[in-house]
């Protein structure tokens, strides 16, 4: 008998490549994978990432588990706006070192401008999932209005506490580091992927080049990316509040993640009553494709522990 034919899967809906207005000063670019019927999944990116850094052949997979998949540029990366307000070194090492400083804006900024796509697109929920300052974001989304997050999964993040998802200071020094240029951006792109890459699935040196390449091109700001660090240096401990708070939630965090301690993952687990808190070995801080059945099926198990709206 001749064998039986391989099935392929299913073409996914992709949209162009959309602008929102979510406030007076911001505009985000966004863009959408799947059925507008299906359940909306957001996806936040992390510190100085474009939307792109969610791949298209991770969110083709999450839209094939039945959801909307929206990603979309924060504000001061990719092609959304820039803000203003200029953040000095010296301001980040003395936020770094505890001491008070004023951010040009918060991590509950940024949350409410996800709020406001949400609003653009005319979705009074949807489930949510963050990267790094991307789930910090989910996490502030979440404490803000908890009625408006169906699901979280906050992957690779922390809880804004001193003494927990750390960073070793030579990350730190090589996130200031500043770049001229396209070649000397995609050369500091490529030192930090080593520094922070996982381990145990390590990517291509001209994967890593083309990446660096396609985000250069779509827009990078040291001023943005100095300004979102602000925000990350001047969070709250957000525990407090994420004892109270009642969202299903999972946690997905690397054991070899040099960027943020695993403590942050597991802080963040064992402060959201009920959460499941999923570790895994020789992942770094990205998001390899070896890994991306290991994030969708960790995302869409944990949706579907919510009621359907």
């Not at 809906?13 to 670019?29: G, R, T, Y």
Request: include cysteine; proline fraction near 7%; hydrophobic fraction near 40%.
């Amino acid at each position: 008998m001749p064998n039986a034919p391989v099935s392929q899967p299913r073409p996914v809906k992709v949209s162009d490549e959309l602008f929102a207005p979510v406030s007076p000063d911001i505009e985000l670019c966004y863009q959408t994978f799947g059925d507008a019927d299906d359940e909306p999944l957001l996806l936040v990116m992390g510190l100085g990432a474009p939307m792109t850094w969610w791949d298209d052949e991770l969110c083709e997979q999450l839209a094939r588990e039945g959801f909307l998949v929206i990603r979309f540029d924060n504000r001061d990366a990719g092609r959304s706006s820039r803000g203003t307000g200029r953040v000095t070194r010296r301001l980040l090492v003395r936020a770094y070192t505890g001491l008070p400083v004023r951010a040009p804006y918060t991590l509950d900024d940024m949350a409410t401008d996800a709020f406001g796509l949400l609003d653009h697109l005319g979705l009074e929920s949807a489930h949510v999932a963050g990267v790094s300052m991307g789930g910090m974001i989910v996490q502030s989304m979440a404490l803000q209005s908890p009625a408006r997050v169906r699901s979280m999964a906050s992957i690779m993040s922390t809880t804004g506490r001193r003494s927990v998802g750390w960073q070793h200071p030579v990350l730190f020094r090589n996130l200031l580091a500043s770049s001229r240029g396209r070649e000397g951006y995609l050369r500091s792109s490529v030192a930090t992927a080593r520094l922070i890459g996982s381990p145990g699935y390590p990517q291509s040196l001209e994967k890593t080049e083309q990446r660096a390449a396609d985000t250069y091109d779509r827009g990078v700001s040291l001023a943005g990316l100095t300004r979102q660090m602000a925000a990350i240096v001047t969070q709250p401990d957000r525990t407090p509040r994420l004892r109270a708070l009642h969202v299903p939630t999972v946690v997905v965090h690397g054991l070899a993640d040099k960027m943020v301690h695993v403590s942050g993952g597991r802080a963040t687990a064992a402060a959201v009553p009920g959460a499941d808190l999923l570790l895994v070995d020789g992942m770094g801080h990205d998001l390899p494709p070896q890994l991306f059945d290991t994030f969708t099926r960790a995302i869409a198990t944990n949706a579907r522990r919510t009621t359907p709206r």
